[in-house]
């Protein structure tokens, strides 16, 4: 069993900021792939960030330049930096993530529970 926590979700002012954070713990062996995507009410979860195992990134167009996206390898820990937010930004944000929970074992992929993120005046 893996679990991916995620914390940091609120409510802020637009151009206000925010670090989100994931943890994935449980039976985790090793971690390829971790990311950030975003669901509001009536729209397809859309991909926000990620970051491979090598360290390479990838963003949302939309978020590009304001939001960034890192990991912390022996914590098995990804954030997302969210600066200069926008109304347009409100969601719910949920961490994802391909895992290993042996070294035979086959990748799997797990979500986390999702975090609110409104930006509102």
């Known amino acids: 069993q893996v679990q991916l926590v995620e914390s940091g979700g609120g409510l802020v002012q637009p151009g206000g900021t925010l670090r989100l954070s994931c943890t994935a713990s449980?039976?985790?062996?090793?971690?390829?792939?971790m990311g950030w995507h975003r669901q509001t009410p009536g729209k397809e979860r859309e991909l926000v960030a990620s970051?491979?195992?090598?360290?390479?990134?990838n963003y949302a167009d939309s978020v590009k330049g304001r939001f960034t996206i890192s990991r912390d390898f022996p914590k098995n820990t990804v954030y997302l930096q969210m600066n200069n937010l926008k109304p347009e930004d409100t969601a719910v944000y949920f961490c994802?993530?391909?895992?290993?929970?042996?070294?035979?074992?086959?990748?799997?992929?797990?979500w986390g529970q999702g975090t609110q993120v409104t930006v509102s005046s």
């Open positions: 994802n993530a391909d895992v290993y929970s042996n070294a035979y074992s086959l990748l799997r992929n797990y």
């Open positions: 970051i491979t195992s090598a360290g390479s990134t």
């Open positions: 449980g039976r985790v062996f090793s971690i390829g792939t």
